[in-house]
Nanobody, 122 residues
Framework: QVQLVESGGDSVQAGGSLRLSCAVFGYTGPSLCMAWFRQPPGKERDWIATMCPGAYTRYTDSAQGRFVISRDTAKNTLYLQMNSLEPKDTAMYYC????????????????WGQGTQVTVSS
């Protein structure tokens, strides 16, 4: 059973940076397609970025140019480097994964972490 554990959330001022981490337990290898999602207060959960096997990456328009998704296979960890943070980035951030990239693309990956809170103040 794959388990995902996020960390790195914090309260920062606008313009600041954070790096979120997602440790993967229960599987060691490159075959998982992984992604970051976020859910702002009172809103629905939205997709941010995806990294699938072969280093294929995609970003939502709001993340493109500010956020970078990466993966350290030796540490079995997924990262999200977030720069130039804005108050609108305030949300609970979730790591997710699936063996099938189509499920990730559909927003219905099988495995989810518990989330880590990011708060950006103006």
């Amino acid at each position: 059973q794959v388990q995902l554990v996020e960390s790195g959330g914090d309260s920062v001022q606008a313009g600041g940076s954070l790096r979120l981490s997602c440790a993967v337990f229960g599987y060691t290898g490159p075959s998982l397609c992984m992604a970051w999602f976020r859910q702002p207060p009172g809103k629905e959960r939205d997709w941010i970025a995806t990294m699938c096997p072969g280093a294929y990456t995609r970003y939502t328009d709001s993340a493109q140019g500010r956020f970078v998704i990466s993966r350290d296979t030796a540490k079995n960890t997924l990262y999200l480097q977030m720069n130039s943070l804005e108050p609108k980035d305030t949300a609970m951030y979730y790591c997710a994964a699936d063996w099938n990239s189509r499920n990730v693309a559909a927003g219905t990956p099988r495995y989810w972490g518990q989330g880590t809170q990011v708060t950006v103040s103006s």
